[in-house]
């Protein structure tokens, strides 16, 4: 049995991240574990203290408000509105336990640091579900949510990417280079292919021929393993364009892949491949790390 681990927030795409590992959890037989994390960094922000002293200063606040007690308040709102999102969940016909097919799921609000507390945590599930960004990320620079980057870059197990709106998975794109990321990716996608009855296509890429043919009979020897129908790609072409072109034909694919190469820096380096088809994909997006 499987653990799915989905951080929520009411962003649209966490809402897609849970009705994936809904999707998961009826085909891989799991437990979803939804966590909303009340961000307690704003209660440690400095910014907070002159924001009070502000309100104080011009009446607003009333009497002078001890800065603890507005702390302790703005987290109980925090915790509420967590609470609240959580209770909505309980409508989702996907979640009904009069579905076609029920998931066990388990909901609870935490407070922490998001980014640390969730990269703690996916140390004890085996997938964890987000969205690529949040509720926060126009105000974000960068390329994507700050959460989901640190998971990406610190969390321990593979990470399954919402980066539009949710669609039901119907095959599976793997980027293969025989490295051991993209063996781990193709060992899962053959495991998801056969529970899910998906259909993989496996890209080898690189202007070498004898190598690509190599990287295909290693990925053959992979895939023996599994029940699922296989389908081997060989280009030369750039490995993120290849894959980005495949996920275009077929926007309802899952994309597997490494998220390092074999740097040792992997918090510091996101592989320029995973980065440039996670800023690019509308297709969700599992790493491996």
């Not at 309100?55 to 509420?80: H, N, V, W, Y």
């Not at 909901?107 to 945590?121: A, F, H, I, M, Q």
């Not at 599976?172 to 529970?195: C, K, S, T, Y």
Request: one cysteine or more; charged letters at 25%.
């Amino acid at each position: 049995m499987k653990r799915y681990l989905v951080p929520y927030e009411g962003s649209a795409l966490s809402k897609a991240a849970l009705l994936y590992a809904v999707e998961f959890a009826r085909g891989v037989p799991g437990t979803i574990d939804v966590v909303y994390v009340a961000d307690e960094r704003a209660l440690a922000d400095p910014v907070f203290d002159l924001m009070i002293l502000a309100l104080q200063g011009i009446g607003t606040l009333g009497d002078f408000m001890p800065r603890e007690k507005a702390r302790l308040e703005l987290k109980a709102k925090l915790i509420a509105r967590g609470e609240d999102l959580l209770k909505e969940l309980a409508g989702w016909p996907e979640l009904s336990t009069d579905a076609a097919k029920p998931v066990e799921y388990s909901t609870r609000v935490e407070s922490g640091n998001p980014p640390k507390y969730l990269s703690d945590l996916s140390e004890n599930c085996d997938v964890i579900f987000m969205g690529l960004w949040g509720e926060m990320h126009k105000f974000k620079a960068g390329l994507w949510g700050g959460t989901s980057e640190a998971v990406i870059r610190k969390g321990m197990s593979p990470a399954f990417l919402a980066t539009s709106d949710y669609r039901p998975i119907d095959a599976i794109i793997v980027g293969f280079d025989n490295r051991p990321r993209a063996r781990q990716a193709l060992a899962w996608a053959g495991m998801i292919g056969e529970n899910m009855s998906l259909p993989i296509t496996v890209i080898a890429c690189g202007g070498d021929e004898k190598w690509r043919e190599k990287v295909i009979a290693e990925a053959r020897e992979i895939a023996s393993s599994y029940d699922t129908g296989f389908e081997y790609l060989e280009t030369g072409d750039r490995p993120a364009r290849a894959i980005l072109d495949r996920s275009v034909e077929n926007p309802s694919a899952l994309i597997c892949m490494g998220a390092f190469g074999d740097q040792p820096l992997r918090e510091l380096f996101l592989g320029s491949v995973a980065e440039e088809v996670l800023r690019h994909s509308k297709a969700p997006v599992m790493l491996f790390k």
